[in-house]
């Protein structure tokens, strides 16, 4: 899942830029793999979705979502003009809709990430079908999940809080049962985008992508409906609506699954998506996608130097949930 209006954008941002981080340094690894140096930013609300903050040389702020989903960072036109930065077409070519930039002198919290590399395109949300009005974007762009590459990320929703370390020297051991983070494309052509096993509903395994602007808890795709037993609770008449997702969609919304991870039991009688006989989406390896509305009951961990996954529990009395974008 993707925020589509302008999917076929940064797919052209993948095709030319398939390493982002090709053109600045990390920071110098002066921690030893014990003993990863970790800060302590919050979790920020923009409009129901994940984000939290970054500051640049220039002394301006960003406010940039968590998309777990995309593999390119991404600026809009309207933030990074202000910047000052330099704003360079893709392989030379004057008409594409996506640019690159990098910005000097990124940190999160005290962190420093680098002269940062975005792509650069307009974030306007363009509607899926004719009449829907959807909110404007609600950051300034996003942090994908190739920003924290050989990083170790914790998404608190909980409390709020997200947590990251430094660039690791060796993968860190997962403190119980986890699952392999795995790069897939969208289709066979389409952007990657990251996926991972180990989440059941109702006691049958589901290979699913990761996308944390993704509101709602659990997609499942039409090809793993049958193989899933989920015929019947796929005919749910009962839509919602999810502005942020491929230009606005209503998605069909069944109540009563078991959702789990690993031997975690993530809640029953939770929510489950459908897409409708109106939504033609495209062909995946992997059987739905996970969003925040299940990612939520728990701590999400991917430690991105080992390529793992795994959610924890924990650690005190949560904090009620970021409110959710409007419905209807």
Same mark, same amino acid.
């Given at each position: ?8 954008? =940064? ?40 984000? =939290? ?19 390119? $960072? ?7 003009? @202000? ?33 940062? @590399? ?45 947590? =990251? $370390? ?12 986890? $699952? ?104 995946? $390896? ?31 009395? @949560? ?10």
């Amino acid at each position: 899942m993707k925020l589509l209006a302008f999917w076929v954008a =940064l797919s052209l941002g993948v095709a030319a830029q398939t390493d982002p981080s090709r053109d600045f340094k990390l920071p110098p690894e002066q921690n030893t793999p014990q003993q990863p140096r970790v800060i302590e930013v919050p979790l920020l609300d923009c409009s129901g979705l994940p984000c =939290l903050e970054m500051s640049t040389a220039s002394g301006k702020t960003l406010r940039l979502l968590i998309d777990t989903a995309e593999a390119n $960072s991404y600026l809009d036109i309207k933030a990074a003009q @202000p910047l000052g930065a330099n704003l360079q077409a893709l392989n030379g070519d004057t008409v594409s809709q996506v640019q690159q930039t990098v910005v000097p002198g990124a940190k999160i919290g005290d962190l420093a990430m680098g002269d940062f @590399p975005f792509m650069v395109l307009d974030t306007t949300p363009q509607p899926n079908q004719p009449g829907d009005k959807l909110p404007p974007f609600p950051a300034d762009g996003a942090l994908t999940y190739r920003a924290f590459q050989n990083r170790l990320l914790r998404i608190d929703y909980g409390h709020h809080v997200v947590r =990251l $370390s430094e660039p690791l020297d060796s993968a860190q051991t997962c403190p119980q049962t986890c $699952s392999d983070l795995v790069v897939k494309r969208i289709g066979s052509y389409g952007p990657a985008t990251l996926t991972t096993g180990g989440f059941s509903v109702n006691g049958q395994p589901v290979e699913a992508q990761i996308d944390t602007l993704f509101t709602g808890t659990l997609l499942i795709y039409p090809a793993s409906i049958e193989k899933l037993g989920l015929k019947k609770l796929a005919k749910a008449k009962h839509k919602e609506f999810f502005p942020f997702t491929q230009g606005g969609v209503r998605l069909a919304q069944a109540e009563g699954a078991t959702e789990s991870f690993q031997d975690l039991q993530l809640g029953q009688g939770l929510p489950l998506y459908f897409f409708t006989a109106d939504d033609h989406p495209n062909a995946v $390896s992997f059987d739905g996608t996970v969003g925040s509305g299940l990612l939520n009951h728990a701590t999400a961990v991917f430690d991105f130097k080992g390529m793992h996954f795994w959610l924890e529990t924990g650690g005190g009395a @949560p904090k009620a949930a970021p409110p959710r974008p409007p419905q209807r």
